[in-house]
């Protein structure tokens, strides 16, 4: 299993940024997909994640509405569409794969993602 993200960079306060995950080594349509992140200093937090299907998806709070996560099965990549950036927003973001097969519940709790990327940076200036 390998995880690829990209996207990352500078962006200013009020900025959209773009990011992808690119996905191998497993059958992608088959597992949820999440993004999460880690501030310098800080624990790694969920931001949001998507169902197999496409059906499905959960944020948290602090990005509802400037955040969209989806996801391209035919390509194996899920992406994170970020807008109305705030500094605090920057992070590490890390794309990361439920643990489960065809799992029926979206999961916010770190330890049930089984893959992770190996994350792109995020840098919101004021």
């Known amino acids: 299993v390998q995880l690829q993200a990209s996207g990352g960079g500078l962006v200013q306060a009020g900025g959209s940024l773009r990011l992808s995950c690119a996905a191998s080594?497993?059958?992608?349509?088959?597992?949820?997909m999440g993004w999460f992140r880690q501030a310098p200093g800080k624990e790694r937090e969920f931001v949001a994640t998507i169902s197999w299907r496409t059906t499905f998806t959960d944020y948290i709070d602090s990005v509802k509405g400037r955040f969209t996560i989806s996801r391209d099965n035919a390509d194996s990549t899920v992406y994170l569409q970020m807008n109305s950036l705030k500094p605090d927003d920057t992070a590490v973001y890390y794309c990361?794969?439920?643990?489960?097969?065809?799992?029926?519940?979206?999961?916010?709790?770190?330890?049930?993602?089984?893959?992770w990327g190996q994350g792109t940076l995020v840098t919101v200036s004021s």
């Open positions: 080594g497993f059958t992608f349509s088959t597992y949820d």
């Open positions: 990361a794969r439920d643990a489960e097969y065809l799992s029926r519940n979206l999961k916010k709790d770190s330890a049930d993602y089984g893959y």
